[in-house]
């Protein structure tokens, strides 16, 4: 009897033109997470029109978890997993602990997490991707075009490559869970598919920088880095993130700047 009034209800609504109520949305939640630091000896790298030249600056890697119900998005990865515990290396790179020894801290396994996305190939974002071989893979197509053939990032992804898991190369932005609350976003420039990432929490929309930016001066000029595969795209990428910032009202995180990150809870707590 339950069943046929439920279908009779469907059925009568929509007769009438009416909708159901929506499904109740599960709550999201947003871990920022430790993937290393970085000693830059010169951030003139970072600018094609010589500022900074001679600074110093050490940079964060950071990752972060969303969680929407019982599904699971990763971006990120952070360094090398092999660095986790030992001193710098002979570049300044250090990583306390491994991705998959901090989610283990709050009831995560590699196994539960069902995508993860990448902001872009470098080896601060990806170096730890190899942990996490049944996630699907969410990488910008000009991206995973270069991944296919460019030897340091074929090695990283060797799992994906082979037909060993699921990969995804976007050509367009991708709503991640299919509510409109996590959305990665195409901003080509700093590589040939670079990506970032808007979460919409309950207190507020989150702006996930990838490598837009690398740190606050930058941002604040629209800087753009020596290395960065394509000057007018990530000009025009810049202007996009601000736009977007500005009409969400969304909190920006660069993933590289240590003040921004201090924005979010310190893990295990997370941001809702």
């Given at each position: 009897m339950m069943k046929r009034a439920i279908v009779a209800t469907a059925a009568f609504?929509?007769?009438?033109?009416?909708?159901?109520?929506?499904?109740?949305?599960?709550?999201?939640?947003?871990?920022?997470?430790?993937?290393?630091?970085?000693d830059i000896d010169d951030l003139g790298v970072f600018s094609d029109t010589g500022l900074y030249s001679g600074q110093k600056k050490t940079l964060v890697a950071s990752c972060y978890l969303i969680r929407n119900g019982d599904r699971l998005l990763l971006w990120d990865t952070g360094v090398d997993g092999a660095l986790a515990g030992k001193p710098k290396?002979?570049?300044?790179?250090?990583?306390?602990?491994?991705?998959?020894?901090?989610?283990?801290?709050?009831g995560v396994s590699?196994?539960?997490?069902?995508?993860?996305?990448?902001?872009?190939?470098?080896?601060?974002?990806?170096?730890?991707?190899?942990?996490f071989p049944n996630?699907?893979?969410l990488t910008g197509k000009g991206d995973w075009d270069v991944?296919?053939?460019?030897?340091?990032?074929?090695?990283r992804f060797a799992h994906w490559?082979?037909?060993?898991?699921k990969v995804e190369p976007l050509e367009r932005d991708k709503d991640v869970f299919g509510d409109g609350r996590v959305t990665i976003l195409q901003m080509p420039g700093h590589t040939e598919g670079h990506q970032v990432l808007l979460v919409h929490l309950a207190s507020g929309p989150v702006l996930i920088s990838g490598d837009q930016y690398h740190f606050t001066e930058n941002r604040e000029v629209g800087g753009v880095p020596s290395f960065n595969v394509d000057r007018a795209d990530t000009l025009a990428s810049h202007d996009r993130f601000e736009k977007l910032a500005k009409n969400v009202g969304a909190k920006v995180i660069i993933q590289h700047e240590p003040d921004d990150i201090a924005k979010l809870p310190a893990f295990p707590e997370a941001a809702r």
């Open positions: 609504l929509a007769f009438t033109g009416m909708q159901a109520p929506p499904a109740e949305k599960p709550p999201l939640s947003l871990w920022r997470l430790d993937c290393g630091t970085l290396d002979a570049e300044g790179t250090f990583l306390k602990e491994k991705l998959v020894t901090q989610l283990e801290r709050i590699p196994a539960d997490v069902t995508y993860v996305g990448i902001s872009h190939y470098h080896f601060d974002h990806t170096g730890q991707v190899a942990d996630a699907t893979l991944i296919n053939v460019w030897p340091p990032a074929k090695e490559l082979s037909g060993g898991g």
